[in-house]
T-cell receptor, first 111, second 113 residues
Framework: GENVEQHPSTLSVQEGDSAVIKCTYS??????FPWYKQELGKGPQLIID?????GEKKDQRIAVTLNKTAKHFSLHITETQPEDSAVYFC??????????FGPGTRLSVLP | NAGVTQTPKFRILKIGQSMTLQCTQD?????MYWYRQDPGMGLKLIYY???????DKGEVPNGYNVSRSTTEDFPLRLELAAPSQTSVYFC????????????FGQGTRLTVV
């Protein structure tokens, strides 16, 4: 089955700097890759996603890149703000619904 | 719009007790899921359902049962609680047939002592 790895497990950046979180997956059939943000005491919330026919997608300060050949995808957050502090999860799916999640990255944005 | 609602938010169980975690969604989604989240770990799929009357095992189904009698509700049952089931449980729902987001509930923090 699918296996998703995620690095780093924790990440601290200064406010205004960029943050990058990387994930790898094992199943070449996976074709949908969402990223979720989980704030303390809340459920995960989708922040951006990418499909296998696209190499990059941007939404304001957030971007995701996908390299299908290497089976890895990354989340890029620019101009980080304190409210970006949270746990971020990547996930992979081959059918758009049954997701396998990475172990998460705890991002701390220091003022 | 309530989205996905889970109850209770917190619960402490004694070993061997049973309980049902409730989950309801008002988005008319066909797909529903139960995940558990252990400290420092990602979300592990327990059970999922692709529609009313249909359920299937996920990665970690042992010790749990589910039912899906309606589109809206997807309760998770623990029959004989064990300390290994101490976790945070998340219910989620999603639209079928499309690559779309899963909407998560707020979670239920369960402690088995």
């Amino acid at each position: 089955g699918e296996n998703v790895e995620q690095h780093p497990s924790t990440l601290s950046v200064q406010e205004g700097d960029s943050a990058v979180i990387k994930c790898t997956y094992s199943d070449s059939a996976s074709n949908y890759f969402p990223w979720y943000k989980q704030e303390l005491g809340k459920g995960p919330q989708l922040i951006i996603d990418i499909r296998s026919n696209v190499g990059e997608k941007k939404d304001q300060r957030i971007a995701v890149t996908l390299n299908k050949t290497a089976k890895h995808f990354s989340l890029h957050i620019t101009e980080t703000q304190p409210e970006d502090s949270a746990v971020y999860f990547c996930a992979a799916s081959s059918n758009g619904q049954n997701f396998v999640f990475g172990p998460g990255t705890r991002l701390s944005v220091l003022p | 719009n309530a989205g996905v609602t889970q109850t209770p938010k917190f619960r402490i169980l004694k070993i061997g007790q049973s309980m049902t975690l409730q989950c309801t969604q008002d988005m008319n989604h066909n797909y529903m899921y139960w995940y558990r989240q252990d400290p420092g770990m990602g979300l592990k799929l327990i059970y999922y359902s692709v529609g009313a009357g249909i359920t299937d095992k996920g990665e970690v189904p042992n010790g749990y049962n589910v039912s899906r009698s309606t589109t809206e509700d997807f309760p998770l049952r623990l029959e004989l609680a064990a300390p290994s089931q101490t976790s945070v449980y998340f219910c989620a729902s999603g639209q079928s047939g499309t690559e779309g987001e899963a909407f998560f509930g707020q979670g239920t923090r369960l402690t088995v002592v």
